[in-house]
């Protein structure tokens, strides 16, 4: 879309904090959610996801929360570390298109150390 | 295991030249693939995805196009590279209930 264009915004925290990295999706037919990392000259990998018939779901140090009402997702993650430190996206997929996968604009993570 | 490779790496190519980009992915059948492209510090642009051989939707106009002669082969072109196709492109591969998975991409500059 045409978000694609713009700088991505940017999250600063320091070592050890707890991290939230927030998600606008655009369609409320979407059944499947996903978050990705992606470092710096490499493709984006998978970190967790979500289907529409939950509402939370956590992996290690990862948290992803889905929010159908507003049509919201998040990603938190605790304790963050240096190696943390990437752009993270979030995906949806929407049944009715074939499975294809719809990203969002991506968020910038630093962590200081 | 599923596997997806693409190649070149990088690629430095004129103003006019032609481009093909290869991807292809091992240990699965009948997957979606996508291209995307993504300017540095930007967000993921999906350019095409196919939902099978031969099938291809084209998401955004542009100097490019794609071909999916096999199964697993997802190939991107162009006839005469602009400048404005300069950037990191990633290939995908997904299937309906699962997870979307990148390739390690081509960085391509078109001087």
């Known amino acids: 879309g045409e978000s694609v264009g713009l700088h991505l915004p940017t999250l600063s925290v320091q070592e050890g904090d707890n991290s939230i990295i927030n998600c606008a999706y655009s369609n409320s037919a979407s059944d499947y959610f996903i978050w990705y990392k992606q470092e710096s000259g490499k493709g984006p990998q998978f970190i967790i996801d979500i289907r529409s018939n939950m509402d939370k779901r956590q992996g290690q140090r990862v948290t992803v929360l889905l929010n159908k009402t507003v049509k919201h997702l998040s990603l938190q993650i605790a304790a963050t570390q240096p190696g943390d430190s990437a752009v993270y996206f979030c995906a949806e997929r929407t049944g009715t298109s074939y499975g294809k996968l719809t990203f969002g604009q991506g968020t910038i993570l630093t962590v200081h150390p | 295991s599923q596997t997806i490779h693409q190649w070149p790496a990088t690629l430095v190519q004129p103003v006019g030249s032609p481009l093909s980009l290869e991807c292809t992915v091992e240990?699965?059948?009948?997957?979606?693939l996508y291209w995307y492209r993504q300017a540095a510090g930007r967000g993921l642009q999906l350019l095409f995805y196919s939902v099978g051989i031969g099938q291809i939707s084209s998401e955004v106009p542009q100097n490019l196009s794609a071909s999916r002669p096999q199964d697993r082969q997802f190939i991107l072109s162009s006839k005469k590279l602009l400048l404005s196709d300069s950037g990191f492109y990633l290939c995908a591969w997904s299937v309906w209930d699962s997870q979307g998975f990148f390739g390690p991409g081509t960085r391509l500059t078109v001087l």
């Open positions: 240990g699965t059948s009948n997957p979606n």
